[in-house]
């Protein structure tokens, strides 16, 4: 760098003098090594001119200040390093205490588990855990530890800049998160870390957020625009010590504009983020995002974990431009890891760390890095780049040693790190080391920086906390931010409401006009129960919101934007205004419909207590969330709850019936009090009227006087036609009428105070993030053991050998393409994607796909592969001369760039998968195994052969960039005879790239033709290659032909058609993207799509096209198999596999098995016992309606299993793995033997328990009945969750159909009560009805009834008659029931029914004849939803795209 005291100019203009971007650097040099050589003195003439502008851009121009409202301003205007340096300025004489910390790292070992710590979960293994309560504490765990730095040392000073180099694996981001204080994740960290003199604890305590890590993976929330997501993270990152007169907006709109500017983002501000699912920014727009979302933490530390990854090479070199600016002028400190980095980018950074295994093999200036290097005895090739040769060393196959220096080169790492701790340069770096030190000692920049720190908070934000705005700040923002989400979610909002609003019509007309007599008391009862728990089904599906935020919150919380509990406070502000309109739309339909009271003040209490009651369960269920990251844990926990709830509410089982042991619940139950509030507010003051069939007895002709009869509503007293309803919840429920608003009113409020409080609480203080380390699962005994270095040895000679030994194939494929044209539908009507593109591979053909972001790259492949669903394809493609046939997929490879894979199976279960259903059918099983164990040899992946593929986002699993290889080798094993792959390469470091490239190329010379888009190779990975297909934007074709030795065809052809000179040492591939227009503001100088449409390359193209068109055989008549194997053998390994996927998932079986079995005891000994009183016949039914929201959370937990499921089968049905059908069968058949298990758990915890009638013939239809209405409720899941294609949207349909089931069971509102228009079909579509049915009638169709005190009906007969006497003619009218003593005088006690079949004939038509006729129907509605389901799994075989 040049930094001369001497000079005029001042320090922080020198500082920045060679990153001014040389305009020169960027035409004429394509990558040459020497490209950013500055020329200072035109630099520092350049910037004493700009100064002189200074006026025109500074803050306070009219023109400017309009400018950065809208947040545009045009691309000349703006110059990165002076608007930096004219913020520094102005900073400075506004008096701000510059925030300048330096890193020093001493003796640094980490150590994580070892591979033997982890083993794959199972069912089984999960349940010896949870007999092994202990090691839940981390007692006896066991395993071995890894060591993954092994004591490092060493130092990066304020304004400098590091460079993390190593293989995957090494320890770069190790080394990054340790140095970012993210330690959650390791075992055992020794050795200091010092940032500028303060201790790790105290940084971590007080100042976390200023050092930041950013990871690879972006996470965002898809549906705000790019602009909402900074102006968030500036909003609770804004300085309480801006400068005079700046606000708050208007220190968003800097920074924003700065960062839209400095990023390339100006133009994408109003964009959608977007995300695999949700249309937005591309994946490098998306990277630039996170790059500006980690700048406005003005962070004084930061590191950057492969920030580059999918950024072309201009916008890296861009961004990396950008860092050393930053660095430079606010003195930060910088540490990047980077993969494939240009010279261009290397020559930016200070100094260089390279890493292999965890040592540290060379750490000092970058300019003397290469010649250390080559001093040791090795050789940089011309072509190759300094980090690419530099990371390069750590590979034995890729490096290269120098003649006669064969014996004297460290072979190893160990070895490598001895022999730099021998050097010259490690003395200096020591030596710089100390004298930083010393300085640090001396100038206490610790001290400055808690000032400047102190300074930045916002007025109440208190100073010892890490966050720069004060509570009600943070708040707002979040609100905003929460906001926007709620409001651009469309889809969720209308299925939201949209449910709310079927629902709340269909309840009031099921309960239409209910009358005010005795029977319209229970139905009145009956309804209101039923808003309290639809209200609380709409809440359980805000728990998946609620999870899929989590990384988001996890991210900032690193930064130190916000607290947790400020993050949870704001949801529940915006909820306030969605909750009322919820309330409020069930309300309007349904309350006057149901003809509940009518007046104002019951109208509004009802309101406001189904409104406290709506957010009360919000809290419930997102404290499950808030305390556990699963969601099969989140959504049981709470189901298990929420079933406790509905049955402890008091209308299920009246509290007089409650046993003592459990009756607590009713106590702490917070729908209790709601919907007693609920009851209390409808019938208080009201009066029932007895008159009418049914609602007195005796009843009918000669029993007028009511004298002598009562009304069998509970609460009546003879001799009065009317019940009131404050007797009728006195005497039938135990409910105080005057407990309206206290206790009951108050503890609805209490409860949402108490579950908000708790839900923030949990949310700050349980951290359910590791630190994001990839926690790797192996087979039990599988794991790897570190190898001695003869094994090693002996790895790397077997690797060669297979590379050199790769058979060539027989059967070489010519695959050509002509006029291809692709358009999608668009809003402005439809968008040409592809423009008549042609081109041709042939056996030993490597042909490059390349050209900017956004020329259809991928598309093309897509396309040509055959896996596009949307739009119009025109043009004509060949296959060895012949028209495409049903094989064409089978026996073609394509690597997409999303690495989808089945995470519950290891590595080398998924290979051997693809092998077998892939290649030939005749090919034994052994040599397909042999072929997969060469692939896994050729690939590197022995070490992760046995391990669980997973799930990144879940922390377990193998790595990005073990996936990559993954995928690759999924199609390598089913030996295709044409290979596509989209961007092999991105996401790798230099050394897996180049290992992948040279074996693609090894494939070709076998007699493969291969056709790999390829996004910036650099000129070691170009020269593999050997035809070139150029792309520009518009889908249009700039070159298609050879790329010549040393690019020479190819060059030549853009030279003589009037491109620029390439170099001679610059990188081919780099020069002909710069040519075309690539890079984020390049400027093609002319259309090339033309050039090459006129020019005698694309005449010989056509003419070669046409010819093989004309011998075409357009109608092959070959036997083509759409699959390599037959159904029986698809279905066998299909079923195998799912079979192992669902016992490796114990969180879900486990899960339900634990739900069910706690709500078949909870049912158990509620109803213990049960007697035979009048009474307890309901309470039979109702020990049956328990097992109807235990089919709601069997629904809720089956539908994202299966949308997982079929992510995966998408993928593989697409390459023809195997059909639509043995997935389908699969997906019913694996869960026959669960369900078995679970139905007779569930059975054995309830029958028994509350003593059901225990006869053989009973208990077996109670089984049967269960197993069939488990399958029909599991399948139901299966359904919706076809229907549905998200998560969220599936959580919006499910109360809807649970709701609706349960209403027209006949349960709540009987056949008789139930208006025509539902009584005539509803109720006889609806299986739950069958179900309830055939159970009743099996239980009670031989039991007595025999009432006791509490249910006798009691009146006194006209004197002179016996009770006999009295009642004579009411029963032989054909009256149910008994009386206790014919022969009584003064007080008849009449019980309502004698027996169980006159209860359950009168009460809902039930008749014991249709006992077998309902175990049918319900195995035919299991039947009909298995025919569906199997419809809609061939419906939407193929995933949109």
């Avoid at 003199?197 to 990871?215: K, L, M, S, W």
């Avoid at 309480?240 to 920074?255: A, C, H, I, M, S």
């Avoid at 600016?325 to 200070?350: E, G, P, R």
């Avoid at 053909?845 to 596009?868: C, F, I, N, P």
């Amino acid at each position: 760098m040049v930094k001369d005291p001497g000079s005029i100019v001042p320090p922080s203009v020198a500082d920045s003098v060679d990153t001014i971007t040389d305009s020169a650097g960027r035409d004429g040099g394509f990558g040459e090594p020497d490209a950013n050589a500055v020329d200072v003195e035109a630099a520092i003439e350049e910037y004493n001119e700009l100064k002189k502008e200074l006026s025109r851009i500074s803050r306070h121009s009219s023109t400017q200040e309009s400018k950065l409202e809208e947040g545009v301003v045009t691309q000349e205007e703006f110059n990165l390093d002076e608007f930096l340096h004219s913020m520094s300025y102005e900073n400075q004489q506004a008096g701000t205490t510059p925030k300048h910390l330096g890193l020093i790292w001493k003796h640094l070992t980490v150590e994580g588990l070892g591979a033997d710590a982890h083993t794959i979960a199972t069912v089984f293994s999960d349940l010896f855990k949870v007999l092994r309560p202990w090691r839940y504490f981390g007692i006896g765990l066991g395993g071995s530890k890894k060591t993954i730095l092994r004591g490092l040392t060493g130092f990066c000073k304020d304004g400098e800049m590091l460079l993390v180099l190593g293989r995957p694996g090494a320890g770069c981001s190790t080394l990054l998160k340790v140095l970012a204080n993210m330690r959650a994740s390791y075992t055992k960290i020794e050795g200091e870390i010092s940032y500028g003199g303060i201790d790790p604890v105290t940084f971590a305590d007080q100042y976390r957020g200023q050092v930041v890590y950013n990871e690879e993976e972006d996470q965002h929330y898809p549906t705000l625009t790019l602009k909402q997501t900074l102006q968030f993270a500036l909003r609770t990152k804004t300085p309480g010590n801006r400068l005079p007169d700046e606000t708050k907006n208007d220190f968003v709109n800097k920074l924003i504009y700065l960062l839209g500017n400095m990023l390339g983002l100006t133009k994408q501000m109003e964009t959608l983020v977007g995300n695999a699912f949700v249309r937005g920014l591309s994946g490098g727009e998306r990277k630039r995002l996170s790059i500006a979302e980690v700048m406005t933490t003005q962070s004084s530390i930061n590191c950057w974990d492969c920030s580059t990854r999918g950024l072309d090479a201009a916008s890296a070199l861009d961004y990396v431009r950008s860092l050393r600016i930053m660095t430079d002028v606010f003195n930060k400190t910088t540490v990047a890891t980077l993969y494939q980095a240009s010279n261009n980018i290397f020559d930016l950074f200070d100094k260089v760390l390279l890493l292999d295994d965890g040592y540290c093999i060379y750490f000092g200036p970058v300019d003397k890095a290469k010649p250390y290097f080559e001093n040791l005895g090795f050789h940089c090739p011309p072509r190759k780049s300094t980090p690419d040769f530099l990371t390069g060393l750590c590979n034995p196959l890729e490096r290269e040693v120098k003649p006669g220096f064969e014996k004297d080169i460290p072979q190893h790492a160990f070895e490598f790190q001895e022999r730099f701790y021998e050097s010259d340069i490690y003395k200096s770096m020591i030596a710089e080391l100390e004298a930083y030190e010393e300085k640090v000692h001396h100038e206490q920049p610790a001290e400055k920086f808690r000032e400047a720190v102190a300074e930045e908070h916002q007025k109440h934000a208190p100073k010892r906390h890490p966050y720069t705005a004060s509570f009600y700040q943070q708040v707002k923002a979040l609100t905003i931010r929460q906001y926007y989400l709620l409001i651009k979610d469309y889809q969720a909002l209308i299925s939201r409401y949209g449910t709310i609003l079927i629902q709340g019509l269909i309840t009031a007309s099921c309960f239409f006009n209910i009358p005010l007599t005795g029977i319209g008391a229970f139905s009145r009862s009956g309804a209101l129960l039923f808003a309290v728990l639809f209200n609380a089904f709409i809440s359980q599906s805000e728990l998946v919101n609620f999870l899929m935020g989590r990384p988001i919150l996890e991210k900032h919380k690193h930064f130190a934007m916000y607290r947790p509990s400020a993050f949870y406070i704001a949801q529940v502000i915006m909820d306030i205004p969605y909750a009322i309109v919820q309330v409020l739309l069930f309300q309007i339909c349904s309350y006057f419909m149901m003809g509940l009271n009518l007046t104002a003040g019951r109208f509004f209490t009802y309101f406001i207590t189904l409104f406290f009651i709506n957010m009360m369960m919000n809290g419930f269920f997102r404290f499950f969330g808030a305390i556990t990251t699963s969601f099969f844990f989140a959504t049981q926990v709470s189901g298990v709850l929420l079933i406790s709830s509905v049955i402890y509410t008091g209308y299920v089982v009246p509290y007089n019936f409650m046993h003592p042991w459990l009756f607590w619940v009713y106590w702490i139950n917070p729908l209790a009090y709601g919907y007693k509030a609920l009851l209390v507010n409808e019938m208080a003051g009201q009066i029932y009227s007895c008159e009418g069939l049914g609602n007195s007895v005796p009843f009918g002709s000669g029993y007028e006087d009511w004298n002598h009869k009562v009304c069998t509503m509970k609460g009546g007293t003879s001799g009065e036609n009317f019940v009131r309803g404050d007797d009728y919840l006195r005497s039938q429920l135990s409910y105080e009428p005057n407990h309206l608003w206290a206790p009951d009113f108050v503890a609805c409020v209490g409860f949402f105070i108490l579950f908000t409080a708790a839900t923030a609480l949990a949310m700050e203080y349980i951290s359910t993030n590791k630190g994001g380390a990839l926690t790797k699962l192996y087979v039990p005994g599988k794991a790897p053991k570190p190898r001695t270095t003869e094994e090693e040895d002996e790895r790397r000679r077997k690797q060669a050998d297979i590379t050199d030994n790769m058979g060539s194939i027989s059967t070489g494929t010519t695959f050509t393409w002509q006029h291809i044209n692709y358009e999608v539908p668009f809003k402005g009507g439809p968008l040409q994607l592809l423009n008549d593109i042609s081109g041709i591979v042939k056996p030993g053909h490597l042909t490059a796909l390349m050209g900017s972001s956004g020329a259809g790259k991928t598309t093309l492949l897509d396309v040509l592969a055959k896996r596009k669903t949307i739009g119009k394809v025109d043009g004509r493609v060949y296959l060895n001369n012949e028209a495409l046939m049903s094989d064409f997929e089978r026996i073609t490879g394509y690597c997409e760039q999303m690495d989808i894979h089945q995470p519950a199976v290891t590595v080398r279960e998924a290979m051997r998968f693809s092998a077998y259903l892939r290649q030939d059918k005749d090919i034994p099983e052994a040599e397909k195994d042999e072929y997969v164990e060469q692939i896994i040899t050729l690939l590197e992946m022995e070490d992760i052969a046995d391990a669980q593929i997973g799930d990144v986002s879940q922390g377990a699993g193998i790595s990005v960039e073990e996936r990559k290889r993954l995928t690759i080798g999924m199609e390598l094993v089913a030996k295709p005879k044409l290979l596509f792959l989209d961007e092999p390469t991105s996401g790798l470091d230099a050394q897996s790239s180049y290992n992948i490239i040279r074996f693609i190329r090894k494939l070709a010379d076998a007699g493969w033709p291969v056709l790999c888009t390829i996004h910036q190779p650099s000129a070691i990975l170009f020269e593999h290659f050997d035809h070139l297909l150029l792309l520009v934007r518009g889908g249009r074709t700039a070159y298609h032909g050879e790329i010549g030795s040393d690019a020479r065809t190819m060059i030549d052809y853009f030279e003589s058609n009037g491109g620029p000179k390439c170099s001679p040492n610059a990188n081919p591939a780099e020069y002909i993207l710069e040519v075309v227009g690539a890079g984020t503001a390049g400027k093609a100088k002319r259309d090339w799509a033309d050039i090459w449409e006129k020019s005698i390359q694309a005449k010989l193209l056509d003419d070669e096209l046409e010819d093989i068109h004309r011998n075409a055989n357009q109608n092959p008549k070959r036997n083509a198999l759409t699959y390599a194997t037959g159904f029986w053998y698809q279905f066998w390994l299909v079923h195998n596999r799912m079979m192992l996927v669902y016992w490796r998932s114990p969180d879900y079986n486990i899960g339900r098995f634990i739900t069910l079995m706690f709500t078949a005891l909870l049912s158990g000994f509620t109803y213990w016992k049960i007697s035979l009183t009048s009474s307890d016949m309901q309470n039979r039914l109702f020990v049956l309606f328990s097992t109807f929201i235990m089919a709601n959370i069997l629904i809720i937990l089956a539908q994202p299993k299966f949308m997982t499921e079929r992510l995966y089968f998408r993928r593989e049905y697409a390459s023809r793995f195997y059909g639509w059908m043995p997935f389908a069968f699969t997906s019913v058949l694996v869960e026959i033997p669960y369900i078995l298990f679970l139905s007779a758990f569930f059975m054995g915890g309830m029958y028994w328990t509350t003593g059901l009638v225990n006869t053989p013939e009973a208990c077996g239809y109670f089984y049967l009945m269960l197993i069939l209405f488990v399958f029909w409720a599991v399948t139901l899941g299966f359904v919706i969750a076809s229907v549905a294609e998200i998560p969220t949207m599936a959580a919006v349909i499910n109360p809807l159909v649970i709701s609706m089931l349960i209403l027209f069971a006949g349960l709540m509102q009987t056949e008789s009560a139930m208006p025509r228009f539902w009584s005539a079909w509803m109720y006889w579509l609806n299986p739950f009805h069958y179900y309830i049915e055939g159970l009743a009638v099996n239980e009670m169709a031989d039991l007595p009834v025999i009432c006791n005190d509490i249910d006798f009906v009691k009146f006194s007969p006209p004197t002179g008659q016996t009770c006999g006497e009295y009642l004579s003619s009411f029963f032989a009218s054909g009256a149910p029931g008994y009386v206790d003593d014919p022969n009584a005088t003064d007080t008849c006690d009449y019980c309502t029914f004698k027996s169980g079949p006159e209860y359950y004939e009168l009460t809902f038509g039930w008749s014991a004849d249709n006992k077998w006729r309902d175990v049918g129907v319900i195995a035919a509605f299991f039947v009909f939803n298995v025919l569906v389901f199997l419809a809609l799994c061939y419906w939407k075989r193929l995933g949109r795209r």
